[in-house]
């Protein structure tokens, strides 16, 4: 099992959609969790990080689940520059960021 | 501030030869991180510096790659000699601190032909 499991892409989504990304992690002892976003041919970027109570950025929702070990992310009103993929990111403290393999979004007009 | 510096920003080799990446962290940055993103996947950790002593090399492939960063400060990631798989990005990221958000620099596209 991968240790970290992403929603197989593309999401394409015509403007003003909701879309959900769904993760989950296989290592329990993992104590930060997050989302980043990569723009074609770009670095990744942190989006948000993701607490247990759930956390809210303007259109961008995210939750987690450490007892079903599922992370989740919701965009609200979708719009077209948030086009790119979206990456699941697990992490234990002092190591390295464990990424997923990414969900690719496409919005369309 | 200024970000993540790396360089160069492409290189394309034969397979077999050698290539060497550079990175800047971010100034202040005791911890630096260098990541290999293939195609269509997320980045894989590589090595991990704290300072400048080895984290974390678990996952680089020591017949193959090396990396140093002798002053604490830049990095130099090598590949000797390269095979085709290992056309990739390689990202360089850095943090305050093993606990802290890890910012990334542009990536090296690097293609083996």
């Known amino acids: 099992r991968k240790e970290v499991e992403q929603d197989p892409g593309p999401f394409n989504v015509p403007e003003g959609a909701t879309v959900a990304f769904n993760c989950t992690y296989s290592n329990s002892a993992s104590q930060s969790f997050f989302w980043y976003r990569q723009d074609c041919r770009k670095e990744p970027k942190l989006l948000m990080s993701v607490y247990s109570s759930g956390n809210e950025d303007g259109r961008f929702t995210a939750q987690l689940n450490r007892a079903s070990q599922y992370i989740s992310l919701l965009i609200r009103d979708s719009k077209l520059s948030d086009s790119a993929t979206y990456l699941c990111v697990v992490h234990q403290a002092g190591t390295a960021l464990i990424f997923g393999k990414g969900t690719t979004l496409s919005v369309s007009s | 501030e200024a970000g993540v510096a790396q360089s160069p920003r492409y290189k394309i080799i034969e397979k077999r030869q050698s290539v060497a990446f550079w990175c800047n962290p971010i100034s202040g940055h005791a911890t630096l991180y260098w990541y290999q993103q293939i195609l269509g996947q997320g980045p894989k950790l590589l090595i991990q510096?704290?300072?400048?002593?080895?984290?974390?090399d678990s996952q680089l492939p020591k017949d193959r790659f090396s990396a140093e960063r002798l002053k604490g400060v830049d990095s130099t990631l090598k590949i000797q000699p390269a095979k085709l798989e290992d056309s990739a990005v390689y990202l360089c990221?850095?943090?305050?601190?093993?606990?802290?958000?890890?910012?990334f620099g542009p990536g090296t596209r690097l293609t083996v032909t």
């Open positions: 990221a850095s943090s305050l601190d093993r606990r802290g958000e890890q910012y």
């Open positions: 510096f704290q300072n400048n002593g080895v984290v974390d």
